[in-house]
């Protein structure tokens, strides 16, 4: 009897022991074929993200502008005067005054124009001493600016123009507001400008002269 019960058991151990081995081989299976499809679903996946590719560029140069103004005495003979000194390179206005030299009671008239270069852009431009200097008659005289709709700066010209310095202004006097010039000279402002010897100049101001220099300083806009 215990012949046949140790028998038993061992074909009972026997059989669980191979259940068990199968178990193991079948969940080895299972866990290779969701592997497996797992290894099929990510390669499904990453066909499924592929797709067609198309670009549009766009690109733009940029070039700056320049604004340049230029002066004339004359009206029409237009040229840069772009620094004060030396006196040559500066604008010789034109000034006139009887018997080749002030005296008291004399008013002169001299025509400066400016308009833009081309090309340049649009700006404007503002009037200001740059020096007085001399001998030491520029404490004496007395001046205004105007602008006027021609190139003829007189005595007849001057009372019809608009103000930029006030009448019987110091030489040490500014002007007052801007004047606009078009892009590409398409437009001139022409200053006309009056100095005068005040009639009640005494004789220290016999001989002596005055060196004067404005500015026209343009700023583009």
Not at 108 to 115: D, H, I, P, R, T
Request: proline fraction near 4%.
């Amino acid at each position: 009897m215990e012949v046949h019960g140790d028998l038993d058991r061992q074909l009972i151990m026997a059989g669980t022991r191979r259940s068990m081995r199968e178990g193991r081989l079948s969940r080895s299976r299972r866990i290779r074929a969701v592997l497996a499809g797992g290894l099929v679903f990510g390669v499904g996946a990453t066909m499924t993200l592929a797709a067609w590719n198309d670009s549009e560029y766009s690109s733009a140069t940029f070039t700056a502008g320049r604004f340049d103004i230029v002066g004339a005495v004359d009206g029409a003979t237009f040229s840069s005067h772009p620094t004060s000194t030396p006196i040559g390179s500066t604008a010789a206005l034109a000034f006139s005054a009887p018997f080749g030299a002030m005296v008291p009671g004399t008013t002169v008239y001299a025509l400066f124009s400016v308009k833009t270069a081309n090309p340049s852009v649009t700006g404007s431009l503002q009037l200001s001493v740059a020096s007085t200097a001399g001998t030491g008659l520029g404490p004496y005289l007395r001046y205004g600016v105007r602008t006027i709709s021609g190139t003829t700066c007189n005595a007849t010209t001057y009372p019809a123009g608009t103000a930029v310095v006030a009448d019987n202004s110091t030489m040490s006097t500014a002007g007052t507001g801007t004047q606009t010039v078009a892009a590409n000279g398409g437009s001139t402002v022409n200053y006309c400008i009056a100095v005068t010897l005040p009639s009640g100049a005494d004789n220290g101001a016999q001989g002596l002269t005055a060196i004067q220099t404005w500015q026209i300083l343009g700023t583009a806009s």
